[in-house]
């Protein structure tokens, strides 16, 4: 009886070591099978609407049932009739914000290849060690991207999207990931009247609506700065029949403005109405409007004093300085303009700022002399510099302001100015056209000197002459006594 006990144990012990092997088997399939099925990416395509009427916009998006650290795909080619529709746009995924997309277009193909830009991948010199942004990641189905399409006006019948080639899907570690595409699908094109009163487009040029739009959401709100009175809106049907009136978007008043766009509906009697509550800044200057000079200083622009008088020749307008529109006053042949400025530690007030020489100079009127082409301010003269040779103080009323400085023997006026680059020196004043032009002192020496010898020359030339003229009449009485001589006396 023991030996076939034995026997039994001994042949259970031997088809458990065969079963084990298949179980292994098993495992590492269902394994594999699982691992497989996570890197599995099925597509498919939907419509935004099954019957689209002539002129309706029709958005066709590309889904993916999940999307394992995807960091690239495309290019996927997006299969349409031509003829029947029209490519407007397409519109990138919510949840994948951070990818760039990039599209092209040919016969009855809309063509998508997308990537992660702020994807990076870094490691050490050696490469031993790699880190990496974490790439977007979900289980959850999930739009890759919309592409908008209209229907041409002499469509009919139906028209087929699929996506004809799926091209690659890459993840985070450079892997191609498998995918599936799942269907197609056929929209019938109505010929029913529309009676679609949607918007696919609402903006306000130089202006941020809030919430961002969508055809579903009627009420926003936007700023505009001070200096804006009039607001371009652009606004696109979702059926090209649609009619759009826009009103209260010109003269707008400082404040609250109600801007009004009304669609109309291809039947004539369906409407919708979207409405943006757009403010009008009180302020010229827009937030955070900063300018900077060739020192690296910084200035924050503000709004002009009430009751702010302008220098003479001056008037007031909106310009451009370091990308924001901000209040000036300029003038006609002068390159500076007015602009009024905090330098964060002095009270705030006028300057005169140069774009071209990127140059920010404190502007006070009772020393700023203003002159097409050029601006100078009396400036106060270093004490080791000299004054030019042969000027005395003197002082020179000039535009209405008393200027210091020092007139020579011939009523030549000059004084000490810097110009816009901050370079100082004399300058001489002519009265006749009321202008200023750098003093360079005249070297006399030569003059002197020639002076002195048209001096000795005509001195010699009067000696000479005396001597001329005495010979002359030395000469005269000689003669006449030999032709005429006295009577000898007896």
């Known amino acids: 009886m023991e030996r076939p006990v034995k026997m039994n144990r001994l042949i259970r012990i031997m088809s458990g070591m065969l079963i084990l092997p298949v179980i292994l088997c098993f ?173 696919v487009l609402l903006s306000i040029n130089n202006a941020v609506l809030e919430p961002s739009f969508s055809p579903d959401v009627t009420e926003y709100s936007a700023v505009v700065e001070r200096a804006v009175t009039d607001v371009p809106v652009t606004a696109n049907a979702s059926n090209l029949w649609a009619s759009i009136i826009i009103s209260g978007n010109n003269n707008l008043q400082i404040g609250n403005n109600q801007v009004t766009v009304t669609v109309t509906a291809q039947d004539g009697v369906t409407t919708k109405e979207y409405h943006v509550n757009l403010v009008r800044k009180e302020s010229y200057v827009p937030e955070n409007a900063v300018v900077a000079d060739y020192d690296g200083n910084s200035y924050t622009f503000l709004d002009f004093p009430q009751g702010f008088t302008a220098p003479e020749g001056f008037s007031q307008k909106i310009k451009n300085i370091n990308n924001f529109p901000v209040p000036v006053y300029s003038r006609d042949g002068v390159s500076s303009v007015l602009v009024y400025l905090y330098d964060g530690e002095n009270p705030p007030g006028l300057y005169l700022y140069n774009s071209d020489l990127k140059t920010v100079m404190p502007y006070s009127p009772e020393k700023t002399l203003v002159r097409k082409s050029s601006i100078l301010i009396l400036a106060d003269m270093p004490e080791d510099l000299k004054i030019p040779k042969d000027f005395t103080a003197a002082n020179e009323e000039i535009d209405g302001k008393l200027f210091i400085g020092y007139r020579d023997s011939e009523d030549q006026f000059v004084c000490y100015l810097m110009d816009e680059t901050g370079t100082a020196g004399f300058y001489s004043y002519d009265s006749e056209d009321n202008m200023f032009r750098r003093y360079v002192p005249v070297d006399r020496t030569a003059e002197k000197a020639y002076s002195a010898l048209l001096m000795v020359f005509m001195i010699v030339a009067a000696v000479e002459a005396v001597f001329i003229v005495v010979i002359v009449i030395v000469v005269h009485r000689v003669m006449s006594h030999r032709n005429n001589p006295r009577p000898r006396r007896v």
Do not use: C
């Open 27 to 199: 495992l590492s399939a269902a394994v594999n099978t699982e691992a497989h099925a996570d890197s599995l990416i099925n597509l498919s395509v939907k419509a935004s609407n099954t019957e689209p009427g002539i002129g309706d916009v029709l958005t066709i998006s590309v889904t993916a049932d999940n999307f394992p650290s995807i960091i690239s795909f495309g290019p996927m080619k997006i299969h349409y009739d031509a003829q029947i529709a029209e490519y407007l746009s397409i519109d990138m995924g919510s949840e994948i914000s951070s990818f760039v997309y990039n599209t092209t277009q040919d016969d009855n193909f809309v063509n998508v290849t997308a990537f992660d830009q702020y994807y990076q991948e870094t490691g050490n010199e050696d490469g031993a060690a790699v880190e990496s942004n974490v790439a977007y990641s979900s289980d959850s189905q999930m739009v890759l991207f919309s592409v908008n399409f209209r229907i041409r006006q002499d469509a009919s019948g139906q028209i087929p999207f699929w996506i004809e080639d799926a091209g690659e899907f890459r993840d985070a570690n450079g892997e191609e990931i498998s995918t599936v595409v799942d269907n197609s699908i056929s929209v019938t094109i109505s010929d029913k009247v529309s009676d679609d009163a949607n918007l």
